[in-house]
């Protein structure tokens, strides 16, 4: 809409330049001179549409005392005079309008350069919190990596415990054993020895006789006068099975 405004307040200075050039286009002084108000008024009206007045007040108040001073002559039929300050008020409004676009057009472009700026101050941000998301990922990972690791040492020493539980617990038993067995080996009693004889009976008439008895205590032969009786004792110790 501004451009618009702006391209049909230039064409309106066009034309009125080329009707105080060519006064033949135009019936008379009187004709050009309010044709030159009527595009001073209009070019006035978008100068202070566009914000004449804060952004360009000197241009916007000049144009509207040539305005002014060019209806008063022209009310005075004072027409050259008139068309010269409509002619300059049109000028004034153009300059205003030209400052006004050119503020315009620098405030667009800052405007752009901060959206710019914000954009790719965001898109740094977001590329930074990418990158710390990741490295908390690669963290927990590793944490998590860490923790199963400590988990399965932990499993490795419970079973070692275990087991050197298991094999504490069968030492003692067999040393309870031991001690066992030697207690009841200490408690039993030996058996008596068994003692062998050996009797040997020899007879002047009737041959050689002999005779072992095996017992557990001595004997004792008494050899008659016929006869030679020898004795052989052999002590065999017994021990526990």
Known sequence: MLRNTIFASLIASSALTLAVATPAAASSKTDRAREAIAAAEAKIHTAETMGAATDAP???AAANAALAQAKEDFANHHRDPAIEEAIEASARADTAIGMMQRHRNDA????????????????????????????????AAAAQDQAAANQQQAE????????????AAASAADAAAARDAAAIAAAQT??????????????????????????????????????DVT?????????PQ
């Open 231 to 239: 004795t052989t004792t052999k002590v065999i110790p017994q021990y």
């Open 108 to 139: 667009l472009a800052a405007a752009r350069d901060n959206q710019r700026a914000t954009a790719e101050a965001a898109r740094e941000q977001v590329d930074a919190a990418r990158r710390e998301a990741a490295t908390a990922q690669d963290q």
């Open 190 to 227: 030996p058996p008596a020895p068994e003692v062998e004889t050996s009797v040997t009976t020899h007879h002047s008439a009737t041959g050689h006789r002999s005779t072992r008895v095996r017992r557990h205590v001595t004997s004792r032969v008494n050899p008659s006068s016929s006869s």
């Open 58 to 60: 000197r241009d916007a």
């Open 156 to 167: 490795d020493a419970n079973a070692r415990a275990a087991a050197a539980q298991q094999s």
